[in-house]
C-alpha cells in the first residue's frame, strides 16, 4: 500500500474544470450521514453541480462515458460532507471577549455589520462549514445574508446562511441586542407573519432569560407563557416555517416543551422528565455547550473566581450528564455553538462544540452524522447537501487525519470541495471571525 503523504496538488486534483467536467475520486472512508455509517474504499463522483455517484461498487460505464479508472485513489483519506452550524449569530464579532469592544462592535451601522458579516462566509466555507442556521439579529444582517446566498448566482465557497430576522422577545426583556419585541404587533400571529413576509427562513423565540452565573441558574421568569409560545408555534407551522427557541432554567425550558417548540437552543437546567418529553413531542435539542465553556477557558479574564467559577463548572457536569440522558432515551441532538457570542468564534466555535460534545460523551460517529445530515433535516429543511447522496450538491470535506477517531480530527488541514471547485483549509485565516 502506498504511503500517503501530504500533496499540494491535492486541491487541483479535486478541481472540477472544462477539461475535466466530471470528477470520479476513491476515498478510503466515506461518511454516508444519512444512513449512519462508513462505507469502506467508495467511488464518488460529480460534476460542478451535483453528486453523480457515491457507492462502494464501481460506477456503471454509462455515468462516465469513456472513463475506465478514477481521476484520483485517496485510501488513506475519509470524505465527509460539508458541516453545517446548527446556532449562529453571523453578526457578532465571536471571538471578541472584551464586553466594551462587544458593545462598541454592535453600535456599528446596520450596512456596516451587514459587510462584516458577509466576509465571514467564504473563510466559513473554506472550513468546510457550508450552510449556518441563524439565531436572529435586529439589523436585517440575517435576511440580507439569506438572500445573498440563496440566488442562483451566489460565488462558490459561500456558506447559505438561514435567517429568522430578528429574534422575538418580550419588551424590556432578555433579547434586545438581537431581537424585537412581539409587543411592536398587534399579536403573536401578525408579529409571525411580518417576519415570513420579510424573507424569514424560521422563527426565533426567546422564551427565557440567560443565566445568572453568579447565582448559578436562571433567575428571571420566563418571558412568554405555554399558551403565548403554543400561538407561536401554530402561526410559525402556518407558514411552514420552525420554531427555534432559545431557553435555560427548568420553568422555562418546561414552558417552550409544552408550548410545542420545534428546537430548544441551550436548555441549560433541563430536567430528565423534560428530555423525555421532547422525545415524546419530537422536539430536538441544540445544547450549545461553548457559551459557558468559553466563560470557563477564560474565567480570569471574565473575573470568574470562587464560588460563581465553581457554578459554572457545575453547569456543565450537569449539561453533559443531561446530554448522555438524551441520548439515551432516543432525543435528537444538534450541533450548534451560539458562534457570535462572547468567546465563540465563527468557523472554529463550531469544532469546538463537535469537540465538546465528543468530550461529554456523544458518540463521534453521532456527532458527525447530527452536524451534516441531522442539521440539515431539521434547520436548514433539508437541502440537497449535508450528505454525500446522488443528486446532492457536491460540498464536501476530505480529511487525511480520520474523523471517526476522534472530531479533533477535523481542526486540522482538510480539503474543502464546493462545487467543483476546491480549496485546503490551510489557506484560511481564523483571525476576525
Ligand atoms: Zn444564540
Redo the contacts with the bound molecule.
Keep these: 500500500m502506498q504511503v500517503a503523504a501530504p500533496n499540494p496538488d491535492l486541491p487541483a486534483q479535486l478541481r472540477v474544470t472544462p477539461e475535466n467536467p466530471i470528477r470520479w475520486i476513491v476515498v478510503g472512508q466515506l461518511l454516508d450521514a444519512k444512513n449512519r455509517r462508513v462505507l469502506q474504499h467508495a467511488h464518488l463522483i460529480y460534476d460542478q453541480n451535483q453528486i453523480r455517484y457515491v457507492g462502494t461498487a464501481a460506477p456503471e460505464a454509462a455515468i462516465l462515458k469513456d472513463q475506465k479508472t478514477p481521476d484520483l485513489i485517496l485510501p488513506h483519506h475519509t470524505a465527509l460532507p460539508g458541516l453545517i452550524e446548527g446556532?449562529s449569530?453571523t453578526f457578532l464579532e465571536g471571538a471578541e471577549l472584551a464586553a466594551e469592544k462587544r458593545a462598541d462592535y454592535q453600535k456599528q451601522d446596520p450596512q456596516t455589520l451587514y459587510q462584516r458579516a458577509a466576509t465571514r462566509l467564504h473563510p466559513l466555507a473554506r472550513l468546510g462549514i457550508i450552510a449556518l442556521r441563524d439565531?436572529?439579529d435586529k439589523d436585517q444582517v440575517g435576511l440580507r445574508l439569506s438572500r445573498l446566498t440563496a440566488a442562483p448566482d451566489c460565488p462558490p465557497f459561500t456558506a447559505r446562511v438561514f435567517s429568522p430576522g430578528a429574534g422575538i422577545h418580550r419588551q424590556g426583556r432578555y433579547g434586545g441586542f438581537?431581537g424585537k419585541p412581539v409587543e411592536d404587533h398587534a399579536d403573536i400571529e401578525s408579529c409571525v407573519r411580518a417576519r415570513v413576509a420579510e424573507g424569514a427562513d424560521h422563527i426565533k423565540i426567546v422564551p427565557t432569560g440567560i443565566i445568572n452565573f453568579a447565582k448559578g441558574q436562571v433567575v428571571a421568569p420566563p418571558q412568554f407563557s405555554v399558551e403565548e409560545i403554543h400561538q407561536f408555534r401554530q402561526a410559525a407551522h402556518a407558514q411552514q416555517k420552525h420554531l427555534m427557541a432559545?431557553a435555560s432554567g427548568e420553568l422555562g425550558v418546561g414552558y417552550a416543551i409544552e408550548g410545542g417548540v420545534d428546537t430548544v437552543?441551550?436548555g441549560f437546567f433541563i430536567t430528565d422528565d423534560q428530555l423525555a418529553r421532547m422525545r415524546a413531542r419530537n422536539i430536538s435539542w441544540v445544547p450549545?455547550f461553548s457559551p459557558v465553556q468559553e466563560q470557563v477557558d477564560h474565567a480570569d479574564l471574565m473575573g470568574w473566581t470562587g464560588p460563581t467559577l465553581d457554578n459554572l463548572h457545575r453547569i456543565l457536569e450537569n449539561h453533559a450528564r443531561s446530554l448522555q440522558k438524551a441520548l439515551a432515551r432516543g432525543v435528537n441532538v444538534l450541533v450548534g455553538s451560539?458562534s457570535?457570542?462572547c468567546g465563540v468564534a465563527h468557523g472554529a466555535g463550531l469544532f469546538y462544540e463537535m469537540e465538546l460534545l465528543e468530550r461529554a460523551g456523544m458518540p463521534t460517529l453521532e456527532i458527525l452524522c447530527q452536524a451534516t445530515h441531522g442539521n440539515n433535516r431539521v434547520l436548514t429543511g433539508n437541502r440537497p447537501f449535508g450528505s454525500l447522496e446522488k443528486g446532492f450538491k457536491p460540498r464536501f470535506i476530505v480529511t487525511l487525519d480520520n474523523p471517526l477517531e476522534t472530531v479533533r480530527n477535523l481542526q486540522r488541514e482538510r480539503l474543502v470541495v464546493f462545487d467543483g471547485a476546491a480549496e485546503s483549509s490551510a489557506t484560511v485565516s481564523l483571525e476576525n471571525l
Design positions: 446556532h449569530h439565531g436572529g438581537f432559545h437552543e441551550h450549545t451560539d457570535g457570542s
